[in-house]
């Protein structure tokens, strides 16, 4: 099947998505990555709420390469990074916060699997180093958030249109593409 | 910037959005052989990012990578001026915009915010007969799952193909494949290493002149794309688009061997200057 699906996005949604069908994704979606993820985490943890809302949100494992010209930013290439490194920190993340679908490259592991299925998730996957072609679909900078912790490592807040195909890769049934016939 | 500076910033930006065309129709056959459409689809959205980032002059991946360049020079060109150059050009590509800041201090984690550090760009001399600059691009995602280690020498071919492929299986879809593999067998651990980066400025197909690791070479390469990973981990035929071996003599008592992993987006040129 092939989706196209606007922000925010509910959980009705992505109990359809099956791993195989294809999303396009339009409004808004939020870069986290390595540094992200923990700060996010700590602020869990410490009961903060963090400056963004991402109930509903899509996550895109992300750090973009970014430039500002005339005081605008511009996304310059934007493919996704490693999910696997988020591993640790994701399954919190979706609990607590709530975002519908996280987009990376790679897939992700047991725990992530578990709570896409307990919270009602899915993992899409765009292809890695596909970088310009991701940036073709990003509209606009909306938001940055914690630059200080580096351009790569901040949270950019982008509009996007028709961002796909990405491919549902980890379902809420407890699929994924990523499981393989040997052990490892 | 001087002539010098500016012949590697051009052969910086050309490297980050124009992939080599040998590489190009690698992933062009890899798009043929494949027969899973999700890996398909994979492919066809790389070869597209690929025309569009020539196209465009943008780097083809957000990941400008870490930059290592191979430098073969005779000594009328000093060592100092040349990196002087790199640092020059390094600096200049990070402020355009055409590289992102990627290079931190490794504790505290604080971008440099220029890409210039103790020890980065990382630059390997070696004496030549004129000035010729390799570079070679690496993201986070193909280094992160690379590795060295040194075997018991008894473990032979065997052993050796059997690391090789465990490292596939266990990096798995994360490396961004089809990958190309660089292996370094004998020397010592950080020799090793080295030529199996400078493995990867071989052309795709081009075979060892030893008729020993270019057999093997053959072997790593259908043993790998019988492991049915495909494009991005997704499942499929086309694992690894081709694996170089450098080899070197090593101690009798060890075998030094480093694998070391590059995504599709295999980014490498050379200038030679006068």
Redesign the interface.
Known sequence: MIYEVSTPIDENFVRKLKV?D?VYISGVVFTLRD?AHSKLVEMIRKGEEPPFDLYGGVIYH??????K?NDKW?I????P??S??MEIFEGDVIRRLKPRLIIG???MGENTLKTLIEVGAAYL?Y??????????AVKKVLNVFWLDL???EAVWVLEVEKFG?C?V?MDSHGKS??K???S? | MDDLASAIFDLICDVQSNLPEDVEKALARAYEIEDSDVAKLQLKMLLENVKLARELKRPICQDTGLLTFFISAEKKHFIKDVEEAICQAVKKATSLGLLRPNVVNPLTRISYGDNCAHGNPIIYWEVGEELEISLLVKGAGSENVSLAKVLDPEVGVEGIKEMVVKAVVEADGKPCPPIFLGVGIGGTIDLATKLAKKALLRRVGERSRDPLVAKLEVELLEAINSLGIGAMGLGGKVTALDVFIEMAGCHTASLPIAIVFQCWAHRRGSIRLT
């Not at chain 1, 992300?62 to 430039?67: F, K, N, Q, S, T």
């Not at chain 1, 310059?76 to 493919?79: F, H, L, N, R």
């Not at chain 1, 970088?131 to 073709?136: D, I, R, T, Y």
Request: glycine fraction near 22%; aromatic fraction near 4%.
């Open positions: 195989g294809l540094r992300c750090g973009p390469l970014a430039v010209r511009d310059v290439s934007a493919g990074t490693t696997m490194r490259k790679g897939g996957a292809p890695g180093g596909a970088g310009v072609l991701a940036a073709s580096g351009v790569p195909p491919v890769a593409l990523y393989r016939g040997y490892t």
